[in-house]
């Protein structure tokens, strides 16, 4: 089947049904093909029948089916019914779980932003297509789950898209594609705090801060990946003692 | 390489102020644009050979592009791809030593000619928003909230300030959401671009932060802030003046 992306009116229909869904229900047929909700996006097909073991995986597969189009214009607001469309397609692995709506359908509006950062295909893409290899930090989970780290990892396009940030994440979190324990504990509030307490220091929502304070001295998009780690602060040393790529600074 | 702290400036970077610069921004053709029209470096001690760098930030997107050397930078608009059409604009303008990360100078939060270079922490924009008479979103990135207004009702930020009702009424109630959000977000105040906000709050009283686990304690916690915005702005005696007029009229 060739690509396709749904018509507004295509869109308004599969909020609708997401709206309403049950845990194990698909989405109506007609959202796949009918010509009244959905229009030919690329001339380009694609394998309907594939299986992904990691977002990681589609992320790959989509960058490779879509290397010779302009990758902005795919992540355009004129291309929301394409990324729709690749959610329903390949809904009987995204919709494993019954997650918020904005996983399964661009949402551009939220009570502080944008919310299309968490659209599981289309994140998928955009960081596999900025980021490659290095992607495999927010995208090794399976295709229904988005993350606590993908959330933290993402969330901030202006960090988001440093390259340097996202591949010091992939050496100091990821070992042998799995996450190194400790890296998404989040720093409890200073009230809760045992003293001497160090969870979730040095842990993945600590490092968007640490780039985020390092932007104010260092033009941080042009770090290389083990200079960015050299300057991390000291909470991230037993992170970065386990890092191979780390050790090479 | 030296470590960032918060109390001391260990790599000597230059703070450029604001009416140094000029930003134009022209949004009239389907692809984004910005200029750096002036950058005036008279007094200032920098090193030589430095290069201008522009991180221009809108909604929480931001896309960097380099200008060129100092004595002659790139005066043209120069065509922004990674940015959204939703948001705020600002700039960050970095003066870098070419093959070096490390910042010789730097503007922070640099608005673009036109659009006001108000530092206040709750700005206030025109905005197409149907029926809704207005809308509030923190922006992150920027420390700070923009009110929208419905541009059927105002057609300028000025308008809408003029008419005490609105500001008497909604403001207040923007500074609830405003220090609402910065409670829920644990260690959000500590984060640079809330630095104004910090110091505002410091100003007025507040200076301890939220517990972000309790509830009860959030509310009251908003509750001093509104009270102390309210009492900053006096919106009772502006209400109470704005009102005996409209009778006596």
């Avoid at chain 1, 959330?151 to 050496?171: C, D, K, M, P």
Wanted: glycine share 6%; hydrophobic share 40%; charged share 25%.
């Amino acid at each position: 089947m060739k690509l396709h992306r749904l018509s507004d009116a295509g869109r308004e229909s599969y909020r609708s049904w997401l709206a309403q869904r049950r845990l194990g229900e698909m989405p109506p047929p007609k959202l796949l093909s009918d010509p009244s909700v959905t229009e030919l996006a690329i001339d380009i097909e694609i394998d309907l029948t594939r299986v992904f073991k990691t977002r990681f995986e589609f992320g790959k597969f989509i960058a490779e089916l879509l290397a010779h189009e302009d990758a902005k214009a795919m992540l355009s607001q004129k291309n929301d019914g394409l990324w729709d469309w690749l959610t329903i397609a390949f809904f009987s692995q995204f919709g494993k779980k019954a997650s918020k709506p904005w996983h399964y359908t661009v949402t551009r509006r939220g009570h502080s932003g944008s919310l299309a950062y968490r659209h599981l295909a289309r994140t998928a893409f955009e960081m596999y297509w900025r980021h490659g290899q290095a992607s495999l930090v927010m995208l090794h989970v399976d295709m229904s789950t988005w993350g606590d780290l993908a959330e933290q990892l993402t969330s901030r396009q202006n960090v988001a898209y440093h390259r340097g940030y996202i591949q010091a994440a992939n050496a100091l979190y990821l070992s042998e594609g799995k996450l190194r324990r400790g890296a998404a504990s989040r720093v409890r509030p200073v009230k809760k705090r045992k003293p001497g307490e160090t969870v979730g220091k040095g842990g993945v929502a600590r490092l968007a801060l640490a780039v985020r304070r390092l932007c104010r001295t260092y033009d941080t998009h042009i770090l290389e990946t083990v200079d960015m780690i050299d300057l991390l602060p000291k909470e991230f040393k037993n992170f970065i003692a386990k890092s191979p790529q780390a050790a090479q600074s | 390489m030296p470590r960032l702290s918060t109390l001391s400036n260990p790599t000597g970077l230059v703070d450029l102020e604001k009416h140094r610069i000029s930003i134009l921004i022209d949004e009239s053709s389907k692809r984004l644009a910005f200029s750096l029209a002036r950058l005036d470096l008279a007094d200032l001690t920098l090193p030589p050979g430095l290069n201008v760098v522009v991180i221009a930030r809108r909604g929480n997107a931001e896309e960097r592009v380099d200008l060129g050397p100092v004595a002659s930078w790139n005066k043209g608009f120069i065509h922004l791809t990674e940015l959204g059409d939703e948001g705020t604009w600002s700039f960050r303008v970095l003066l870098v030593k070419p093959g070096s990360a490390m910042l010789a100078a730097a503007a922070e939060n640099i608005r673009p000619e036109g659009q006001g270079d108000s530092s206040s922490f709750i700005a206030l924009e025109p905005a197409d928003l149907g029926q809704r008479p207005w809308e509030i979103r923190v922006l992150e990135q920027e420390g700070r909230a923009v009110l929208y207004f419905n541009k059927e009702i105002y057609h300028s930020s000025g308008e809408a300030e003029a008419d005490k009702f609105f500001i008497g009424m909604i403001l207040p109630e923007a500074a609830r959401q405003l220090a609402a959000w910065v409670a829920r977000i644990p260690g959000a105040l500590a984060e640079p671009p809330w630095e104004a906000f910090r110091d505002w709050l410091e100003l007025h009283g507040i200076t301890e932060e939220p517990d972000e686990d309790n509830d009860d304690a959030q509310d009251e916690w908003c509750a001093t802030v509104v009270n102390a915005f309210c009492e900053r702005f006096q919106f009772v005696a502006l209400l109470r003046e704005a009102r005996s007029k409209g009778v006596e009229e």
